[in-house]
T-cell receptor
Framework: DAGVIQSPRHEVTEMGQEVTLRCKPISGHNSLFWYRQTMMRGLELLIYFNNNVPIDDSGMPEDRFSAKMPNASFSTLKIQPSEPRDSAVYFC??????????FGPGTRLTVT | LAKTTQPISMDSYEGQEVNITCSHNNIATNDYITWYQQFPSQGPRFIIQGYKTKVTNEVASLFIPADRKSSTLSLPRVSLSDTAVYYCLVHGFDTGRRALTFGSGTRLQVQP
């Protein structure tokens, strides 16, 4: 199993541009999570899907952030427009019915 | 979600046993206790999970007293490669409570 796959691994963009982060969960996992990690705020949950349905999006910072899960094998996190304060490492994780979460390698986003 | 408190940092030497204690005074009846490990530039990785008493796997042991208001992660004979941040989390398994809330974690530094 390849584990959770995230792309791109690194993204550098200018303020105001649209950014799309992608995640492929482990096959057979029915829960998918998007987290963001910064030095100041640590690791924080942005949104959580169960069976492709968003369950908890209370961590999404503002309307500039949106996430979709069109099918069981793919999810996107979009930031439009991006701002320098969005610079962080974004992790995607997946799990089966409530058991351990498997994290991807992360996407390091830099907004200049 | 139950709030967790753990030491910010710990130092140890190779070959020693390390015990990291986490307090979670308002843990709910159906909550489980899970520990994750995170190396720099990587996503967190599941270490161990338990509900009560003692759980042991090939990596660590988890001790949970009867009142479940705290837990202790025990790492036997640490090596340099155990230098990482360790997170204690409390969460449920029902759909609405599966997301993880990461605190600041404990930064373990193992010296030769």
């Amino acid at each position: 199993d390849a584990g959770v796959i995230q792309s791109p691994r690194h993204e550098v963009t200018e303020m105001g541009q649209e950014v799309t982060l992608r995640c492929k969960p482990i096959s057979g996992h029915n829960s998918l999570f998007w987290y963001r990690q910064t030095m100041m705020r640590g690791l924080e949950l942005l949104i959580y899907f169960n069976n492709n349905v968003p369950i908890d999006d209370s961590g999404m910072p503002e309307d500039r952030f949106s996430a979709k899960m069109p099918n069981a094998s793919f999810s996107t996190l979009k930031i439009q427009p991006s701002e320098p304060r969005d610079s962080a490492v974004y992790f995607c994780a997946s799990s089966t019915q409530g058991f351990e979460q498997y994290f991807g390698p992360g996407t390091r986003l830099t907004v200049t | 979600l139950a709030k967790t408190t753990q030491p910010i940092s710990m130092d140890s030497y190779e070959g020693q046993e390390v015990n990291i204690t986490c307090s979670h005074n308002n843990i709910a009846t159906n909550d489980y206790i899970t520990w994750y490990q995170q190396f720099p530039s990587q996503g967190p990785r599941f270490i161990i999970q338990g509900y009560k008493t003692k759980v042991t796997n090939e990596v660590a042991s988890l001790f949970i007293p009867a009142d479940r208001k705290s837990s202790t992660l025990s790492l036997p004979r640490v090596s340099l490669s155990d230098t990482a941040v360790y997170y204690c989390l409390v969460h449920g398994f029902d759909t609405g409570r599966r997301a993880l809330t990461f605190g600041s974690g404990t930064r373990l530094q193992v010296q030769p």
